[in-house]
């Protein structure tokens, strides 16, 4: 089994597929506080390409930093999260949506499958895939296939989900460095970065141009931004014990920024009261 010095370091990566328009991926991205680089990835879904410190940097695990940034992302809006990742010795994915519990699948580097027949029926499932045509082609990626290593895997993951509207950058290919990924995002004429504003002018600009996202938005102080609130504060406590009790860094990021957001919407809503 792969270590966890192994599934750190720069040859490892991730990509987090949002099922939304990059403009309203963006300011709930920017909780993640993370620099990353936000472009399309099919008309319905954008692609969040991160920097990789974290992994890279500060030695935690990649599948474990991007279980809590998916897992904070999907909670934090109403679209589903699908991460990507892959290190040296293993790759796989996780689905996040709402409040639900994350789903998932491993493959070790050769393509040996080490994770459960019924996820890819329940992923199926969320995504809107097909339960028949679709489902049998998720299970072909969970049996054992000599000629397929973890890369082709994600591969034909990817292939299955253009179904349903993905169609990730060729520069894109999951599998590569992290910085490497970043570059080429960067590169792309329709992307730009995330990184935290800090800033209230930043949130205001995203509000007036985002219009349907814009009642969720921090500094509105309506209903709908203290319901969001509310459900990030009850998402991000147990997420933050959660990452305490395995002493995860990812976990406790991810708990951490939904409680403290969520917190810091609500007292704005009772310090600037609407009129």
């Given at each position: 089994m792969p270590t966890e010095a192994a599934r750190t370091g720069p040859a490892s990566g991730a990509l987090l597929l949002c099922r939304a328009v990059p403009g309203s991926v963006a300011p709930v991205a920017h909780l993640l506080r993370e620099p990353m680089q936000l472009t399309r990835a099919g008309d319905e879904w954008s692609v969040l390409v991160p920097e990789g410190g974290p992994w890279r940097d500060g030695g935690e695990p990649v599948d474990r930093v991007v279980t809590g940034w998916a897992t904070a992302l999907a909670v934090g809006a109403t679209w589903p999260v699908?991460?990507?990742?892959?290190?040296?010795?293993?790759?796989?994915?996780?689905?996040?949506?709402?409040?639900?519990r994350p789903v998932g699948f491993d493959w070790l580097r050769s393509g040996v499958p080490v994770g459960e027949d019924e996820a890819m029926r329940t992923f199926a499932t969320r995504v809107g895939l097909d339960p028949v045509l679709d489902v049998q082609a998720l299970d072909q990626l969970a049996k054992p296939d000599s000629a397929a290593d973890a890369r082709t895997r994600l591969r034909g993951l990817l292939a299955v989900l253009a179904r349903v509207g993905v169609s990730l950058p060729s520069e894109l290919a999951p599998g590569e460095p992290a910085d490497r990924l970043r570059e080429a995002a960067a590169l792309r004429p329709d992307s730009f970065p995330i990184a935290?504003?800090?800033?209230?002018?930043?949130?205001?600009?995203?509000?007036?141009?985002?219009?349907?996202l814009g009642p969720w938005t921090p500094w509105t102080g309506g209903p709908?931004?203290?319901v969001l609130a509310l459900a990030q504060v009850a998402a991000g406590v147990p997420l933050l014990a959660w990452g305490l009790r395995r002493r995860s860094g990812g976990w406790v990021a991810a708990g951490g920024l939904l409680?403290?957001?969520?917190?810091?919407?609500?007292?704005?809503?009772v310090t600037h009261p609407r009129d």
């Open positions: 699908l991460a990507l990742w892959w290190d040296a010795d293993h790759a796989g994915f996780l689905l996040a949506s709402g409040f639900r935290w504003p800090g800033r209230r002018e930043v949130a205001e600009r995203h509000t007036a141009d985002h219009g349907r709908r931004a203290h409680v403290a957001h969520g917190a810091l919407v609500l007292a704005y809503g």
